[in-house]
């Protein structure tokens, strides 16, 4: 059973309703609270030596008042004027501190300050720049932001999105003189949500492929009856206008890097002509990566296309109109995620961009050209039926490998590469960008990035190496390859790469650790091929540095 993670919660209010609803969410991650001191914020980020940081927190959430932060915002909500520099200098310092904690936990969660109704006067003069209350505090939150956004593993999250969702009930006068409970249960079943859902994100949890049934989910009615041009889609009609709607946000978290896919029970000719011709059509045939259109089982076919994706099914979202569809595709393959959509079609849009699914710490270049990086796979795939062996088709495509130094320039994309990569990973251990770098910046400790084009397209950033150098030995410590390149002796080029490199160093041997989980057994196989040069004791592999290892045939390095 995984360990749960461990969280200090800071707050200068009773924040224990928060706690028990993180600690008792049965959803992945488990969170175990190990301290949620109250009215102690500044005290104990102050106090390297508190009990709190010696439990070793993996992260933290500092949910503060703007008053308990700002001196200068007290003075304003008892009716004295101050500049907006005061209290920006005041946000100043609160960073300053939040910055410590860098060193101290993997990651940070600090909601934006919001006030109740009864500690604003409001009206006219509210979002005046010289004199509103309101004004002054967007002003702070977003100075917040700002100074947040540069540190790394510090996250600002929109409180105000659990107060809208709580409505009128949101804060509760009656608990905060009771108890010192400012908002309601609502308010924190909301907080829990997303900060599950960040942490799921941020440790590689993130879902990546949305797959869609099309009639009556992503236009109104039946193509194959009705004829493309009488869907309901677009138009003066508020039906069309939902679904046109619930595209557009579809294409959102497509430009976003969430892969589109289809699962359809259609003749493809009629489903393609729809997709093609309707002028209302948001998303086109190029939005999507993959697809079944057929008559077959709904969940052998999405089990089928996950695998062509070379994807894990707990990569992906099922979104379909028929319960019995859902009902399906959820009993056999319990991996996917099938959100139950509304039966009223209007309601659509707000289900989906409402998941919290996709959360990711940071999105790169490799994110918003992921569908056509599968496009291009799609194509090497239709090439490569045309030749009679894997080598003849290799030898064609021309591929480039840019070999590089973990640096400034690629922290982002190989973190995140590290973090959600499962199925090629040879160890899965997971690392923050800072940690990341500050491992690789040890003498003894190198990484290397990998990116991979060809004539057909250029794939990124898709694989990460590591070394760490034992006197006359080498440890792999990390081989990561995305699952877009599996398969295209891109690993054996990185073993390559590794191999040469400890042979400049003047080591003597070149060993890898496999650390076996439920997913990673793709990166098994490689070595187990690859173990005709080395000796194999259990799950270690050993190579002789000295033995030739050439680069695969049909591969550039740069």
């Not at 500049?83 to 969660?109: G, I, M, N």
């Not at 009206?123 to 917040?144: C, F, I, K």
């Not at 590469?417 to 003894?444: G, H, P, V, Y």
Request: include cysteine; charged fraction near 25%.
């Amino acid at each position: 059973m995984i360990e749960p993670l461990r969280a200090l919660l800071l707050s200068d209010f009773n924040i224990s309703n928060f706690s028990d609803l993180l600690t008792h969410d049965a959803a992945s991650p488990r969170v175990a609270v190990v301290g949620a001191p109250y009215g102690q914020v500044q005290h104990v980020l102050l106090d390297i030596g508190h009990e709190g940081w010696k439990a070793s927190p993996d992260f933290a959430v500092i949910w503060t008042s703007p008053q308990t932060v700002s001196p200068s915002w007290a003075a304003r909500q008892s009716g004295e004027h101050v500049d907006l520099h005061t209290h920006l200098s005041d946000v100043d310092e609160y960073c300053k501190l939040l910055a410590t904690l860098q060193d101290r936990v993997r990651f940070t969660f600090v909601p934006l300050w919001c006030v109740a109704p009864e500690q604003s006067t409001g009206g006219l003069l509210d979002l005046q720049s010289e004199t509103g209350d309101a004004y002054a505090l967007a002003a702070m939150n977003v100075r917040l932001m700002e100074r947040l956004s540069a540190l790394t593993g510090v996250y600002a999250l929109n409180t105000q999105r659990w107060i809208e969702a709580a409505g009128p009930r949101a804060f509760n006068p009656k608990l905060w003189y009771m108890a010192k409970i400012p908002f309601d249960t609502a308010v924190f079943r909301s907080a829990a949500a997303d900060i599950k859902a960040a942490l799921s994100g941020l440790f590689g949890g993130a879902r990546k492929l949305i797959v869609v049934d099309l009639d009556n989910t992503l236009w109104g009615g039946i193509v194959g009856d009705v004829g493309w041009e009488h869907i309901a889609l677009g138009g003066h009609d508020p039906q069309g206008e939902a679904y046109v709607d619930f595209q557009r946000g579809l294409k959102t978290l497509q430009r976003k890097g969430v892969l589109l896919a289809i699962v359809s029970k259609n003749e493809e000719p009629v489903a393609w002509e729809a997709i093609e011709r309707h002028p209302e059509m948001v998303l086109r045939r190029e939005d999507f990566c993959g697809w079944r259109i057929n008559w077959k089982d709904k969940a052998a076919n999405l089990d089928e296309l996950v695998l062509e994706l070379n994807l894990g099914l707990q990569s992906v979202v099922f979104l379909d109109d028929s319960p019995v569809e859902r009902a399906r595709v959820q009993e056999a393959l319990p991996e996917v995620l099938v959100p139950e959509l509304p039966d009223d079609r209007m309601f659509y849009r707000r289900t989906l961009m409402n998941l919290r699914c996709f959360d990711t710490g940071r999105r790169t270049s490799e994110d918003s050209g992921r569908t056509e990086m599968y496009r291009a796979e799609r194509a090497r795939n239709a090439v490569r039926s045309q030749f009679a062996s894997l080598d003849e088709w290799l030898q064609t495509l021309n591929t480039r490998v840019r070999v590089e130094l973990l640096n400034d320039s690629n922290l982002s994309r190989a973190a995140q590469l590290l973090n959600k990569t499962n199925q090629f990973n040879l160890s899965t251990r997971r690392l923050t960008e800072r940690e990341l770098a500050d491992w690789a910046a040890a003498d003894a400790r190198r990484v290397w990035t990998f990116r991979v084009a060809d004539k057909l397209g250029d794939s990124g950033l898709t694989g990460i190496a590591s070394l760490y150098i034992e006197g006359e030995r080498g440890q792999i410590v990390d081989l990561v390859l995305s699952c877009r390149v599996m398969g295209r002796r891109i690993e054996e080029t990185m073993l390559q790469v590794l191999l040469a490199s400890a042979r400049e160093r003047g080591l003597k041997q070149l060993y890898a650790q496999y650390v076996p989980t439920a997913k990673n057994k793709p990166c098994l196989s490689f070595l187990e091929s690859a173990s005709a040069r080395a000796a194999v004791e259990g799950h270690r592999f050993t190579w002789n540095v000295r033995d030739a290892y050439p680069c695969p045939d049909g591969i550039t390095l740069e």
